[in-house]
């Protein structure tokens, strides 16, 4: 089993930065592919960011894609969403998933996640 533990959310304003992390224990962190997603109030969870397990491979949704970059540190057991050009429509709790399979954009192929951190971005 994994545990992940996120980390950097908070308030900013259009068109700042904030870098989340995602800290894991438990099992070997570098078998399990890892993502990134977020869920506004009212809407269903959705796909932001992928990373495969040795850190080179990544996907992006096309609503972050260019402003957002994913990337993780397998020797400090960590993953981290760097976030910039930050919108309004950004605003949302911020997950970060562990998972078996890669190359998945679905949640419902992640098996281990997160409590999540508040990204709020003010107009």
């Known amino acids: 089993q994994v545990q992940l533990v996120e980390s950097g959310g908070g308030l900013v304003q259009t068109g700042g930065s904030l870098r989340l992390s995602c800290a894991a224990s438990?099992?070997?962190?570098?078998?399990?592919?890892m993502a990134w997603f977020r869920q506004a109030p009212g809407k269903e969870r959705e796909f932001v960011a992928y990373i495969e397990r040795g850190g080179v491979g990544t996907m992006y949704a096309p609503s972050v894609n260019g402003r957002f970059t994913i990337f993780r540190d397998n020797a400090k057991n960590m993953m981290f969403l760097q976030m910039k050009s930050l919108k309004p429509e950004d605003t949302a709790v911020y997950y970060c998933?562990?998972?078996?399979?890669?190359?998945?954009?679905?949640?419902?192929?992640?098996?281990?996640w997160g409590q999540g951190t508040q990204v709020t971005v003010s107009s």
């Open positions: 998933a562990a998972a078996w399979v890669g190359g998945s954009t679905d949640s419902r192929a992640y098996v281990y």
């Open positions: 438990g099992r070997t962190f570098s078998n399990y592919h």
